[in-house]
């Protein structure tokens, strides 16, 4: 009776460093009340202002769109220093699936984590394996993303919803691979080593007009991706101006094989900033938050600065549709389009559930 006493308070115990060890979460960065920012200051400034005070922050003149990383550290309080060490990193305490990060010093640099979202980490040494630790990340969105040499990436989830937030790892909007009228690739090699390898890109979507991507045919992220060219206008309200491509667009959406998906139009802001208010419209997003996710195209270089203006157009022409939200609104404004309740169900149930 003794023995199997002495067992259950073991395993009491070995549980309770697990799911416990928050207290001595090892990371460079502080730990603030929100949680572990993946954003610079500067983007850290403005997510904390209004989301109409951008212009003190950036005005889409130089890339500032990049992320910062959470960096991990691991000194001897942590595991016996060596000369080679491996990160393991997980959304589970239980590791059933994770990354790993490999290195020679006693730290990890890590970008394109997830916003408010809880993760697990523990080093082997090459002999031995340390006890697991824990962190949270921000839950201020957006989720940006460090692709390489590009501009204006992030992720359309992690935006507050009733009842949640828009999931994660599924829709990216980015800007252009090629050169526009050129095949000339924008992207570096570990660019496409993020689209395809961390983020598992299965299909792009480009809405360059035909004049603008250049001929191609294939993706630029290599043949494991599928390209679908939907060309749409650029000039005056979009969102008149491109029914039956913004019926396109959410077809394909509304397909779960396509998952992720990746799109995008010359330097991701205007007709790419369309589908993505549309997207997060439709799932519940918060109005200010629709505003703050176009307004933070400015932290990218898109070659002059946005205003307000846009989602403004696109918010009065859905208005005149019948619904108590904006939400409610969207959905009819689709369907008039021409999509069905199956098509938007199955986006918000992809994007949302």
Known sequence: MKKKLLIFIVGILSLFMVVGCKKT???????????????????????????????????????????????????????????????????????????????????????????HTEY???????????????????????????????????????WEIEGGYVNQGL?????????????????NQDGINVFVNEL???????????TENGDITTSPLGNTVSYIFIPMNSSGNILTLNPDEIVQVFKVFAKR?????????????????????????????KEADLYRDYLFSNFGNIGSMRTPSAIKNYIKAINLKSGKTLQEKTRNYLLDLGLTDTELDSVINIMTK
């Open 257 to 285: 094989d396509n998952y992720p998906i990746c799109f995008h139009c010359s330097i991701g802001t205007d007709r790419t900033g369309l589908i993505a208010f549309l997207v997060n419209a439709l799932c519940g997003v």
């Open 200 to 210: 598992g890109i299965k299909t792009e979507i480009d809405l360059r007009k035909v």
């Open 25 to 115: 979460t090892k990371t460079e960065a502080p730990i603030k009340d929100d949680g572990i920012s993946i954003h610079t200051d500067l983007q850290e400034a403005y997510l904390k202002d209004d989301y109409d005070n951008f212009s003190k922050y950036a005005t889409g003149v130089e890339n500032l769109s990049t992320p910062k990383p959470v960096v991990l550290t691991f000194g001897e309080d942590v595991i016996a220093l060596s000369n080679n060490y491996t990160v393991y990193l997980s959304e589970s305490n239980t590791f059933t699936t994770y990354k790993t990060y490999e290195s020679t010093t006693t730290s990890v640099s890590i970008y394109n984590l997830k916003i």
């Open 171 to 187: 829709i990216y909007r980015t800007s252009k691979f090629n050169a526009d009228e050129s095949t000339e690739l924008l992207i």
């Open 120 to 158: 697990f980490w523990k080093v082997n040494n090459g002999s031995v394996e340390s006890a697991i630790f824990n962190f949270t990340t921000t839950s201020k969105g957006p989720r940006n993303i460090n692709a390489g040499e590009l501009t204006n990436v992030r992720d359309l989830g992690g």
